[in-house]
């Protein structure tokens, strides 16, 4: 069955996502982009453009995803520690269903695709601007707040993405009840320290 041009447009930038966030931009040249999208690279310039193009269009995807679920959990926000925990267990829950999100992001602040340099003032610093502006007032004393939240974006995405070490020397991550567990107390830990009266 032939598919429509906002079929394949759909297809591509689904599949440039998994590319860049296993590859990065830099390790994924446009050809394999088009073979992966089951395409030829003139179809895929025709729908979307070139490379750079499409890493644009899966940006501002990962961005809208982020978006809606950043508005999803302010609109549960309470101007207080509770609400601090609410939003870092909401952003866990939204890494967890789309871990494709925080690798994008990783492997730009690896270096990858430096030469696209608008992606931080576009996608990026609203989404922190708005987490900055809402908390700025809840932040303990002592902590300063970009370094807070950086703590918690990094914290998160290595759970997610890498797991942690068990005891026993295997690999265990967020699909495991008890390290998922574990690893929401140790965030719990974390807000409270961060965004405690006292620090």
Same mark, same amino acid.
């Given at each position: 069955?032939?598919?429509?041009?906002? +079929?394949?447009?759909?297809?591509?930038?689904?599949?440039?996502?998994?590319?860049?966030s296993?590859l990065?931009?830099?390790?994924?040249?446009?050809?394999?982009?088009?073979?992966?999208?089951?395409?030829?690279?003139?179809?895929?310039?025709?729908?979307?453009?070139?490379k750079?193009?499409? &890493? @644009?269009?899966?940006?501002?995807?990962? &961005?809208?995803?982020?978006?809606?679920?950043?508005?999803?959990?302010?609109?549960?926000?309470?101007? =207080?520690?509770?609400?601090?925990?609410?939003?870092?267990?909401?952003?866990?829950?939204?890494?967890?269903? $789309?871990? +494709?999100?925080?690798? @994008?992001?990783?492997?730009?602040?690896?270096?990858?695709?430096?030469d696209?340099?608008?992606?931080?003032?576009?996608?990026?610093?609203?989404?922190? =601007?708005?987490?900055? =502006? +809402?908390l700025?007032? @809840?932040?303990?004393?002592?902590?300063?707040?970009g =370094?807070?939240?950086?703590? @918690?974006?990094?914290?998160?995405?290595?759970?997610?993405?890498?797991?942690?070490?068990?005891?026993?020397? +295997?690999?265990?991550?967020?699909?495991?009840?008890?390290?998922?567990?574990q690893?929401?107390? $140790?965030?719990?830990?974390?807000?409270?320290?961060?965004?405690?009266?006292?620090?």
């Amino acid at each position: 069955m032939r598919r429509s041009r906002t +079929e394949m447009r759909e297809g591509i930038v689904e599949t440039a996502t998994r590319l860049f966030s296993s590859l990065g931009y830099d390790a994924t040249p446009l050809h394999m982009i088009a073979d992966a999208a089951g395409l030829d690279v003139g179809t895929v310039t025709d729908l979307l453009g070139d490379k750079r193009d499409i &890493y @644009l269009q899966v940006m501002e995807r990962a &961005y809208l995803l982020l978006k809606a679920s950043q508005d999803e959990g302010f609109a549960r926000f309470t101007r =207080d520690q509770a609400g601090v925990r609410l939003l870092v267990e909401h952003h866990l829950s939204f890494c967890m269903e $789309h871990p +494709e999100v925080p690798e @994008l992001w990783m492997h730009r602040w690896l270096s990858d695709a430096a030469d696209v340099t608008e992606v931080e003032i576009r996608y990026l610093k609203p989404i922190l =601007d708005r987490v900055v =502006d +809402e908390l700025q007032d @809840l932040v303990a004393p002592n902590v300063d707040l970009g =370094d807070a939240l950086w703590t @918690l974006i990094w914290c998160i995405r290595g759970f997610v993405v890498g797991g942690i070490l068990t005891p026993g020397g +295997e690999i265990t991550g967020p699909r495991d009840p008890e390290a998922l567990r574990q690893f929401r107390t $140790h965030l719990n830990l974390l807000v409270d320290r961060m965004f405690g009266p006292g620090g």
